[in-house]
């Protein structure tokens, strides 16, 4: 397997872990947004919309699951395909992840808006703040693992 593919999916998948955890202590425990189960299967209402998730009882967390570490092997892979060319240029990893971690809640918030009908006002700046917060958790370790394995190449 090519190593930026492998270096972005481990990346990415730590990431993924990591905004989870992110969200475990925030959206959960400080802001009670949800409850703790709630998180796997965020990702297959925002997509689905509701009534899919609902449909589909515990088997929306397994989609869930699959749909957000599925999305943060692809935006670690992208970054570790990106990486070398900022790395020429003397750019620190954590640097470039600041500005990648804005660009990918933009992206995946407007895809979900284009795809589903069923999701928070991304217009309200708390929601924009808390998914800016919860995308930096995400990059930036995801971006140090990237930087990482890929030092030698």
């Keep these: 397997m090519n190593n930026n593919i492998k270096a972005g999916a481990i990346g990415g998948v730590t990431g993924g872990v990591i905004?989870?955890?992110?969200?475990?202590?925030?959206?959960?425990?400080?802001?009670?947004?949800?409850?703790?189960?709630?998180?796997?299967?965020?990702?297959?209402?925002?997509?689905?919309?509701?009534?899919?998730q609902e449909s589909l009882g515990l088997?929306?967390?397994?989609?869930?699951t699959l749909i957000h570490f599925f999305f943060s092997m692809a935006w670690g892979v992208l970054f570790a395909l990106l990486w070398p060319w900022f790395r020429r240029r003397g750019f620190e990893a954590t640097f470039?992840?600041?500005?990648?971690?804005?660009?990918?809640?933009?992206?995946?918030?407007v895809a979900i808006m284009l795809?589903?009908?069923?999701?928070?006002?991304?217009?309200?700046p708390v929601v924009i703040i808390g998914g800016f917060m919860s995308h930096l958790f995400f990059t930036v370790p995801m971006s140090l693992i990237v930087k990482r394995r890929l030092a030698s190449h």
């Design 115 to 124: 795809v589903s009908d069923n999701h928070p006002n991304y217009y309200d």
């Design 96 to 109: 470039v992840a600041l500005f990648y971690a804005v660009v990918a809640w933009i992206v995946m918030h």
């Design 19 to 52: 905004i989870w955890i992110y969200e475990a202590l925030v959206w959960v425990g400080v802001q009670h947004q949800m409850p703790l189960a709630g998180i796997p299967r965020n990702a297959t209402g925002l997509v689905f919309g509701s009534s899919v």
């Design 59 to 64: 088997g929306a967390h397994v989609v869930g």
